[in-house]
Nanobody
Framework: QVQLVESGGGSVQPGGSLRLSCAAS????????MGWYRQAPGKERELVAS???????KYADSVKGRFTVSRDNAKNTVDLQMNSLKPEDTAVYYC????????????????WGQGTQVTVSS
């Protein structure tokens, strides 16, 4: 079983910055892609940013140039630096990790964190 624990959410004024962190723990063989999703009230959960084990990144168009995703493979952590925050970034942010549980050819299983609230408001 894998646990993802997020930290760093909170309230900030428009134009401000926040940094989210997520740490994976438990027993597993490896973690492939990690990333951040968000869900605003009344909307579907959407991908914000993801990063492969090799460091390739993907961003939602709405956050390109403002958010940066990074990871530390040795520590099994993924961070999301969010700058120039806008009210429309307000949402619950979820950490996601695609895990191979036992062997290199084990199927990938997706795990989710509990979510952390980000509120951007003046």
């Amino acid at each position: 079983q894998v646990q993802l624990v997020e930290s760093g959410g909170g309230s900030v004024q428009p134009g401000g910055s926040l940094r989210l962190s997520c740490a994976a723990s438990g027993r597993f063989f490896s973690i492939n892609a990690m990333g951040w999703y968000r869900q605003a009230p009344g909307k579907e959960r959407e991908l914000v940013a993801s990063i492969t084990r090799g460091g390739s990144t993907k961003y939602a168009d709405s956050v390109k140039g403002r958010f940066t995703v990074s990871r530390d493979n040795a520590k099994n952590t993924v961070d999301l630096q969010m700058n120039s925050l806008k009210p429309e970034d307000t949402a619950v942010y979820y950490c996601n990790a695609n895990v191979k549980q036992y062997f290199s050819d084990s199927p990938e299983i997706g795990y989710w964190g509990q979510g952390t609230q980000v509120t951007v408001s003046s």
